[in-house]
T-cell receptor, first 116, second 115 residues
Framework: ETGVTQSPTHLIKTRGQQVTLRCSSQ?????VSWYQQALGQGPQFIFQ???????GRGNFPPRFSGLQFPNYSSELNVNALELDDSALYLC???????????????FGPGTRLTVL | AQSVTQLGSHVSVSEGALVLLRCNYS??????LFWYVQYPNQGLQLLLK??????LVKGINGFEAEFKKSETSFHLTKPSAHMSDAAEYFC?????????????FGKGTMLLVSP
């Protein structure tokens, strides 16, 4: 069974640029959630995709957007990068049967984004 | 709205000593609670979860946590610390909002283990 993978591992961008982060979900999972973890903080929910549709979003501006593909892999896109976007971005996959609160989320190793 | 408060950003113990990491939650509905561990430069690994069954939950690596509704707490314990337990620990509460579930995390507690 393949776990959650993310690419790239590290990324350096400058302010104003755009970035795309990728996530492959665990085999058999149909839901992907993205989290932002700033230095010294806990992860914060960005959004969730279920069956290729965004079905939940945290308190992040529209320049954070995403996609989920038919194979349930996902992308996180961030436009007009700001210095505060520097963080570890975590992807988590789960098998959501009905949005149950007990759905266990399996996390990938994350992508470290640095914005200069 | 749901929230999690982890008391103590850093906890230091000696190898072999009791580990106690504190977590208090706020939830308007019966909560589902999780503890995750994060080793340096890695993602989050689930230690254990409470999903309204037994109030004492046993997890991996000898960790356990007890759900106490009256105290709104879900503290993580381990009887004897090992050097390999040094990592950051996150408590999280799960909530269902408009048909989807998400995790709300605390700020984390760094566990330091000295020989």
């Amino acid at each position: 069974e393949t776990g959650v993978t993310q690419s790239p591992t590290h990324l350096i961008k400058t302010r104003g640029q755009q970035v795309t982060l990728r996530c492959s979900s665990q085999s058999g999972h149909n839901t992907v959630s993205w989290y932002q973890q700033a230095l010294g903080q806990g992860p914060q929910f960005i959004f969730q995709y279920y069956r290729e549709e965004e079905n939940g979003r945290g308190n992040f501006p529209p320049r954070f957007s995403g996609l989920q593909f038919p194979n349930y892999s996902s992308e996180l896109n961030v436009n007009a990068l700001e210095l505060d976007d520097s963080a570890l971005y975590l992807c988590a996959s789960s098998l959501a049967l009905s949005g149950s609160v007990s759905d266990e989320q399996f996390f990938g190793p994350g992508t470290r984004l640095t914005v200069l | 709205a749901q929230s999690v408060t982890q008391l103590g950003s850093h906890v230091s113990v000696s190898e072999g000593a009791l580990v106690l990491l504190r977590c208090n939650y706020s939830s308007s509905v019966p909560p589902y609670l999780f503890w995750y561990v994060q080793y340096p430069n890695q993602g989050l690994q689930l230690l254990l979860k409470y999903t309204s069954a037994a109030t004492l939950v046993k997890g991996i690596n000898g960790f356990e946590a007890e759900f106490k509704k009256s105290e709104t707490s879900f503290h993580l314990t381990k009887p004897s610390a090992h050097m390999s337990d040094a990592a950051e620990y996150f408590c999280a509460v799960s909530g269902a909002v408009s048909g989807y579930s998400t995790l709300t995390f605390g700020k984390g507690t760094m566990l330091l283990v000295s020989p």
